[in-house]
């Protein structure tokens, strides 16, 4: 373990063996091991911010669990609770912080022991190098002395995996530095045993033979030292095939004619040449410096600036520094990049080399041109350049060596463009940028752009335009910069055309943007242009590439999954994941979630302007058939056996496993299916889409309050609007009752009663007789809402010969019922009790609890105004023994209130009480119970009126009042005269 001072504390971490914690020396429990496998993610980015998805990777890998940001942040909290606050600090202020949907463990990296395993071997690599033999012998053996056993021992998780094979190569490569220092200081005798005991442990390393080999050369054993290559040359050749490699070669063949330079211990330090180039640096004749001027006007980015400075500038390293930023265009890589080495030049004294490498350009920079150029910026004339990319790479690397030097390779297309160009020096640092982030690029940080902030983007505007015109127009300001979708070049264009005209308000270049067929062509200003920064990775697109660009545009929004892009584009599934994920890779669309795809909002006003077929009837017929289908088999869960189903217009295949299954498609997918309906209105249109549209429409009707009525009723005017100018009565029946019946749950009355009316003609006049029942029963609760009782019979009567002629029982249950009630209402409560008995005597056949439930509440209701009062208790009872049975709390709770009036009229008022408040305990947290809660408030005041509590009784009255009023019932007259009366004394 590795002490370092944390405030007052003493805090040590160990990583090299299983999983350790010590508080000023005492031991501290590290948790359970996948608790251990976050803080070891923690402690290897130590001081570095860590996201939420790269620590579900870390621990889960591909399959992590649903409730993985749930576990993270219990082990978050766990994880606190074990660590000291930092000395100065309020107790609040833990090492352990959230930083944006992630943490970061505020503790030096020297406080971990892997880090200092590697600080202490890049110290003696530089030791070596220098010449001090016995410093970097002393610093090897405290770096090898850190390991207690293998590391991380019983951490589970891919990270753990993958760190456990890192660590445990880094004690090797440190061991066999160690060997070379100690044979360099002629200590072969002593090195004998602990070699073999090395070479039997990792019998493939190919240098350990040779320093064995050496060893027991110098120590006069000639035989066992050939005899140590035979083994090795057998090893090889058993284990991977192989004969061993030149140098190994090499030395077998000087041992076999007794070369006695081997005998000599190892020169140490850098070759002349290495030790010239590197003193040509130092000296200052040739020092490059360039990187492009920061600008004074950088907004944002902090954290990024931050972790990407941390990790260039760390004084200790065994490997070269690599950081990367990658995002789509305009999104301001190069300018962070150029920030941040400008942040730390100053750890980069011997120079700072820049190349732009036009990655995402139609010509992507040669990479021998580049290597050409930082050559000759290294002071290696014209003539000495070698011809070929490798030979001049190596160059790079060779005067590279040893030499503090950041490089910034701005735009890299792909790794193959960049390998020439990275250092091999430990010493040295590489700032990366590129539309993607590159597969197997090893970089100590990487930094995936997001577009700005509201607070960030409205910084920037002011940090060109000035403060005082930003103030002056507040609300402008935000429009401005939401109308750039937060692209930072596209808030640098509209701040750089409001700074070159002063007299322009804010409001009028948000007038010009509004439009969204202009937008993209008036994000222009000088040279700078969001249409170039696009048109640059767009032109790199092939044409299966380019036409889903274009094509998925105007259909996604705000995502599109992957089935129904596949639809849309008429792709397989697996054709259209590669196709999509190669526009993800190019940075022109983003993948929030797997499975899920994206557009910028002004990548998508880009890639429309960019239709060749404005129209796009065939892609939004295919992506309605697919949404429908979708739909349709939702809708078969939620009211199965619905004839309604049988007559949508597409063929569908069950996809959902249950109702919970298909609710979640359906609200998932509803915005989709919205928007996807707006565009289909709007495209020169097929009337067949109106019907698939209307259809659509109806299956989504059917999740009530899952999806937003609003909307829904808003697509569904537009439907209907439509369908009735093109003549297409079904498409406009369906459509209209969908608006009836989202008015009819908002108790919108009179509109309910206009678009349900208007639905009701157009489905005679198609001959659409599902939908017809649904409308005539429509209109016959909006009646009895209204109280208009006699039509509420009428209809009911309508929708109830129709029910039955479909077959639908229960539909025809349910409208029974309904014209039950409406009777009862009409002042005919005999003939709603024989409705009653005649549907439950059917329900005997066909179990139904439910409606069971819901028969013996009319007909307790219809006994109660026949004033056979007992009867109706006792139907009561049977009533609410069956919900209780059943599980049918809602209903219990308004049987409940019913009963309680009947107990009221009785005298029972004590037992009518206690009735009327246990309904209104229920339905005070019931959703959508507002109408039922009403009710049993007035039952419940009246009772109380009864027996003489008139405050309680005026203010139940009160509240009854407030929500029938709300909902715009008639009734609310009644309540109102009645809450008077209560107040007044009366």
């Known amino acids: 373990m590795v002490q370092q001072e944390c405030g007052a504390q003493r805090l040590r971490f160990s990583l090299l063996g299983p999983l350790g914690i010590e508080n000023e020396g005492r031991a501290v429990a590290p948790g359970p091991p996948q608790q251990q496998a976050m803080l070891a993610a923690l402690l290897l980015r130590a001081g570095r911010a860590v996201t939420l998805c790269e620590l579900i990777d870390a621990l889960w890998g591909e399959e992590p669990p649903s409730s993985a940001v749930t576990i993270l942040r219990t082990y978050a909290w766990r994880i606190r609770q074990r660590l000291p606050a930092p000395e100065g600090t309020e107790p609040a202020v833990q090492l352990l912080a959230s930083i944006g949907d992630g943490y970061r463990l505020s503790v030096p990296p020297e406080s971990v022991d892997a880090h200092r ?13 220098q010449g001090r033999q016995e410093e970097c012998a002393g610093l090897l053996a405290d770096a090898l002395s850190l390991w207690q056993g293998e590391p991380l021992a019983g951490v589970p998780g891919p990270l753990a995996e993958t760190e456990r094979s890192r660590l445990a190569e880094l ?3 440190l061991a066999e530095q160690c060997f070379a220092v100690d044979l360099a200081r002629g200590r072969h005798h002593v090195l004998v045993s602990d070699l073999t005991a090395f070479v039997r442990e990792h019998p493939l390393r190919e240098r350990s033979y040779g320093f064995l080999m050496q060893a027991l050369y110098a120590a006069g054993r000639q035989a066992d030292a050939l005899a140590v290559f035979a083994r090795a040359r057998r090893t090889l050749d058993e284990e991977l095939g192989l004969a061993p490699g030149p140098e190994l070669s090499e030395l077998h063949g000087r041992i076999l004619v007794g070369d006695p330079a081997l005998l000599a211990p190892v020169a140490a330090g850098p070759s002349a040449a290495l030790s010239a180039a590197s003193s040509t640096a130092s000296d200052g004749s040739v020092r490059p410096a360039q990187l492009p001027p920061d600008i004074s006007d950088f907004s944002g980015r902090a954290e990024a600036v931050r972790e990407l400075a941390e990790a260039l500038a760390g004084a200790d390293r065994s490997a070269l520094a690599v950081v990367s930023i990658s995002g789509m265009g305009g999104i301001g890589k190069s300018t962070l990049a150029v920030r941040v080495a400008h942040r730390i030049r100053d750890r980069y004294p011997d120079g700072q080399l820049h190349a732009d490498l036009r990655g995402s350009s139609g010509e992507p920079a040669d990479a021998g041109a580049v290597l050409g150029s930082f050559l000759g910026a290294l002071g290696v004339a014209a003539a000495d350049l070698p011809r070929a990319v490798e030979d001049r790479s190596r160059l790079l690397r060779s005067l590279l060596d040893g030499r503090r030097v950041l490089l910034l390779l701005d735009d890299a297309r792909d790794h193959e463009q960049l390998r020439p160009l990275l250092p091999g020096s430990a010493d040295c640092g590489v700032i990366l940028t590129g539309r993607t982030r590159l597969p197997g ?3 100590r940080a990487h930094v995936d752009l997001e577009v700005f902030a509201a607070d960030e983007a409205l910084e920037l505007l002011r940090q060109v335009v000035g403060g005082a015109r930003v103030a002056d127009e507040p609300a402008a300001a935000v429009e401005l910069v939401e109308l750039c979708g937060g692209l930072p070049l596209a808030v640098r264009i509209v701040a750089a055309r409001l700074a070159a005209r002063p007299r322009w308000a804010l409001a009028r270049l948000v007038a010009a943007l509004t439009d969204e067929r202009h937008r993209i062509d008036r994000l222009r200003a000088g040279s700078l242009a969001v249409t170039t920064v696009f048109e640059h990775g767009y032109r790199q697109l092939n044409g299966v590439q380019a036409y889903a660009f274009r094509t998925l545009a105007p259909f996604t929004w705000p995502t599109i999954a992957l089935d129904a892009a596949a639809a849309a584009l008429g792709l397989g599934r697996e054709d259209a994941e590669e196709v999509l994920e190669s526009l993800v890779d190019a940075a022109l669309l983003e993948s929030p979630r797997p499975g899920r795809y994206r557009y910028h909002e002004l990548l998508r006003n880009y890639a429309e302007q960019r239709l060749v077929d404005r129209g796009r009837p065939p892609v939004a017929a295919r992506l309605l058939r697919f949404l429908l289908s979708g739909a349709v088999a939702a809708f078969q869960w939620a009211v199965p056996g619905d004839p309604a189903g049988t007559t949508f217009a597409v063929e569908h295949a069950s996809r959902f496993a ?7 498609w359906l609200v998932r997918e509803f915005d989709g299916i919205a928007h996807t309906i707006g565009v289909a209105l709007r495209s020169a249109a097929d009337p067949a889409l109106l019907g698939a549209a209307a259809d659509l429409l109806v299956a989504c009707s059917a999740f009530g309050r899952d999806v937003p ?5 808003s697509v569904a005017r537009e439907v209907a609007e439509a369908a009735e100018l093109a003549g297409d009565d079904r498409a406009a ?18 509109e309910a009663r206009e678009h349900t009316t208007r639905a009701a003609e157009a489905c005679r006049r198609a001959d659409d007789t599902v939908i017809l029942r649904q409308t005539c029963n429509d209109l016959g609760v909006i009646a009895l809402f209204q109280q208009r009782h006699a039509d509420a019979v009428r209809s009911f009567d309508q929708a109830l010969v129709l029910a039955r002629h479909l077959g639908h029982r229960s539909g025809a249950l349910a409208t029974a019922l309904n014209a039950a009630l409406a009777r009862l209402r009409n002042g005919d409560a005999a ?7 005649e549907e439950l005597r059917a329900l005997r056949d066909a179990p139904d609890s439910h409606g069971a439930a819901h028969a013996l509440g009319i007909r307790g209701r219809a006994l109660h105004e026949l004033g056979r009062h007992e009867e109706a208790l006792a139907t009561y009872g049977e009533c609410l023994e069956l919900c209780r049975t059943a599980r049918l709390p809602r209903q219990e709770a308004m049987t409940r209130y019913r009963r309680a009036d009947t107990l009221r009229a009785v005298g029972r008022l004590d037992e009518a009480l206690a009735q009327a408040r246990s309904a209104v305990a229920h339905l005070e947290t019931a959703r959508d119970g507002e109408r039922d809660r009403a009710y049993a408030l007035e039952v419940l005041a009246r ?22 009023s709300s909902l715009g019932l008639p009734e609310a007259a009644e309540l109102r005269e009645f809450r008077d009366r209560v107040r007044s004394g009366d």
């Open 117 to 129: 395993a590697e600080r202490l071997g890049a110290a003696a690599a530089r030791a070596w190098r």
């Open 171 to 173: 004690r090797v490569t």
């Open 441 to 443: 690029l090893s970089a």
């Open 658 to 664: 249950d109702l919970p299954e298909a609710r979640a």
């Open 709 to 713: 009525s609003a909307r829904l009723a």
């Open 733 to 750: 029946g369906r459509a209209r009752f969908v608006c009836g019946n989202v008015a009819l749950q908002a108790t919108r009355l009179d």
């Open 831 to 837: 003939e709603a009790v024989a409705i009653c008995d």
């Open 943 to 964: 009772t109380e009126a009864e027996l003489g509590d008139r405050a309680a009784a005026a203010e139940h009255a009160a509240r009854a009042y407030e929500l029938l």
